[in-house]
T-cell receptor
Framework: KAGVTQTPRYLIKTRGQQVTLSCSPI?????VSWYQQTPGQGLQFLFE???????NKGNFPGRFSGRQFSNSRSEMNVSTLELGDSALYLC???????????FGSGTRLTVV | KQEVTQIPAALSVPEGENLVLNCSFT??????LQWFRQDPGKGLTSLLL?????REQTSGRLNASLDKSSGRSTLYIAASQPGDSATYLC??????????FGAGTQVVVTP
């Protein structure tokens, strides 16, 4: 079966721009979570969506937002990009807590 | 507040040696614990998932144990190979449904 698909794989953006990342979960999975990974901070939780509702949120500024569609696909948006937003953004989907999480390959965002 | 710790941060072993990776947590009220592998610049690959009611899980050369009373999980990799070089992360789902990661152990297996 298809895994978690993240698009695009790589992005280069300029400071001040905005960006939208996409995540398609495994079929049947209704939970989608987003993480930011940087060498200095490790893996940091951004937010989780379940059935189109944000269920949990990490400690990130309001420039980071997300949404989930009725087909469980999720998008993450970052506005007014800063150099510090350069990171690997990972998406994970889950059927339910008991079954653990499956991660996508990530989107590498570089802000110049 | 739950804290997840992985020590050591880095480990280097010669090929053929068994790997022992540790993960400790402060609150024993967890749903499950999951071990992942991450290659540089790549996503996370799930290795093993242990439910809170289980003591261990095995897959091929990998074995993961869970001791909730002592707040520890250990990942054993038998007869390590250079292809096992990667960062290994543990993550648990706590009683609030929050998924938390350790910082990872970077493993290098030398030929």
């Amino acid at each position: 079966k298809a895994g978690v698909t993240q698009t695009p794989r790589y992005l280069i953006k300029t400071r001040g721009q905005q960006v939208t990342l996409s995540c398609s979960p495994i079929s049947g999975h209704r939970s989608v979570s987003w993480y930011q990974q940087t060498p200095g901070q490790g893996l940091q939780f951004l937010f989780e969506y379940f059935s189109e509702t944000q269920r949990n949120k990490g400690n990130f500024p309001g420039r980071f937002s997300g949404r989930q569609f009725s087909n469980s696909r999720s998008e993450m948006n970052v506005s007014t990009l800063e150099l510090g937003d350069s990171a690997l953004y990972l998406c994970a989907s889950s059927l339910e807590i008991a079954y653990g999480y499956t991660f996508g390959s990530g989107t590498r965002l570089t802000v110049v | 507040k739950q804290e997840v710790t992985q020590i050591p941060a880095a480990l280097s072993v010669p090929e053929g040696e068994n790997l022992v990776l540790n993960c400790s947590f402060t609150d024993s009220a967890i749903y499950n614990l999951q071990w992942f592998r991450q290659d540089p610049g790549k996503g996370l690959t799930s290795l093993l998932l242990i439910q809170s009611s289980q003591r261990e899980q095995t897959s091929g050369r990998l074995n993961a144990s869970l001791d909730k009373s002592s707040g520890r999980s250990t990942l054993y990799i038998a007869a390590s190979q250079p292809g096992d070089s990667a960062t290994y992360l543990c993550a648990l789902t706590d009683s609030w449904g929050k998924f938390q990661f350790g910082a990872g152990t970077q493993v290098v297996v030398t030929p």
